[in-house]
């Protein structure tokens, strides 16, 4: 078979963003509040990322046993659409993501200490057995997303044991083992939390505030910092998520769909009169004029932090990504009666 190009790549990118923006939701149809509307909405995002980490796990077990080109190319192909089903439900900052840093053995970030690179580093240069159990009682800094990453994407990583040498591959499909199992351990606890989640009214304040927080980190952290608008005043692309594979802005546009099609459809049943009706569906269109901007960019946040032609395109992403945390964080809040400064993991 013949090996996939760059165009083919991002094609299968935003065949993986278009799957989720037209993913249909029969589950919530017959809701009769808020938290059920987001319960069934969120149990379809931890099955679509379950579905993903599988075939990603696959996708490393078939290039390590029969390494190609071709498998090389599905395997960093699954790897981003993993990733995108991770930052499409990772605004949930409550219940059992909660438990055993569960949400960080995903994604380690942010990793100003470069962490991912050397406890991977430590893995590779050592005689220890590599197996799914060892890596568990390990650093979430070599557990997750960005440990694959490293290991997929840095030109730097693993000199001496590079991909699909045995050390390597080892450490690659131990790691992608592991986030197997978690995600199946993370969809069958959603389900058992349900009636938990139903029967508690404060989740319903929690999963706003959630949502608040996702948008926020993401304007200031994800944005912000490595624009130089948050901390230093200095562009630096390496405070950016997922700049190793170039994927920071598609993961941001990712998370964005995420909020619309598992954290909107709970809010417009929360805010039903005329007033809250009106705001769902500005920050809907929000959340669609931003999105559109994001698949407008033919470069990823290092590029585009290296001239000032680029700067203002990320500028300009930055407004739109202003203009939702407002909306959400001011107007919508606001209209709900929910204090900013309430703790988003309370309730749980």
């Known amino acids: 078979m013949p090996s996939l190009s760059a165009s083919s790549l991002r094609t299968l990118r935003r065949a993986g963003a278009a799957a989720l923006l037209t993913a249909s939701f029969c589950s919530t149809v017959w809701a009769q509040t808020p938290r059920e509307t987001w319960h069934d909405s969120l149990a379809t995002g931890y099955a ?36 995108d089903s991770w930052q499409a439900v990772r605004f949930v900052d409550f219940g059992p993501i909660k438990q055993d840093n569960l949400s960080w053995q995903f994604q380690f970030w942010p990793d100003s200490k470069n962490t991912v690179a050397r406890k991977a580093n ?11 159990d060892q890596l568990r009682s390990d650093s ?38 592991l986030l197997a199992q978690n995600t199946a351990q993370l969809q069958q606890q ?13 989740f319903q304040r929690t999963t706003v505030l959630a949502a608040m927080h996702g948008v926020e ?9 490595p624009m130089g608008l948050e901390g230093k005043p200095r562009r630096n692309p390496y405070l950016a998520d997922a ?8 993961g941001i546009r990712a998370s964005l769909i995420g909020l619309q099609h598992y954290f909107l459809p709970g809010l417009r049943e929360l805010m039903a009169d005329d007033q ?20 407008s960019q033919e470069a990823d946040m290092q590029q585009l932090l290296a001239d000032d032609n680029g700067y203002r395109s990320l500028q300009l992403i930055f407004i739109e990504v202003d203009k939702l945390n407002q909306l959400l964080s001011g107007n919508i809040a606001s209209e709900l009666g929910i204090i900013r400064g309430f703790n988003s993991s309370d309730g749980d």
């Open 140 to 177: 979430v800094a070599v557990k997750g997303f960005p440990a694959l990453e490293y290991l997929l994407f840095d030109p730097q990583a693993a000199k001496s044991q590079p991909l699909p040498q045995e050390r390597a591959c080892a450490l690659l499909t131990g790691i992608s083992g």
């Open 48 to 83: 679509a990322l379950a579905d993903d980490i599988a075939t990603l796990d696959q996708a490393a077990t078939t290039y390590c046993n029969a390494p190609s080109t071709d498998a090389r190319g599905q395997l960093e192909a699954a790897w981003y659409e993993a990733f």
């Open 243 to 250: 700049w190793r594979s170039e994927h920071s802005l598609p």
């Open 122 to 132: 430590q893995w590779l240069g050592s005689e220890q057995p590599i197996n799914i």
């Open 217 to 225: 980190t993401l304007r200031n952290k994800r944005l912000a910092a």
């Open 190 to 202: 959603w389900q058992a939390f349900r009636p938990h989640y139903l029967a508690t009214e404060q």
């Open 276 to 295: 809250g009706t009106e705001l769902t569906t500005r920050l809907d269109q929000q959340l669609t004029a931003t999105i559109k901007r994001l698949e």
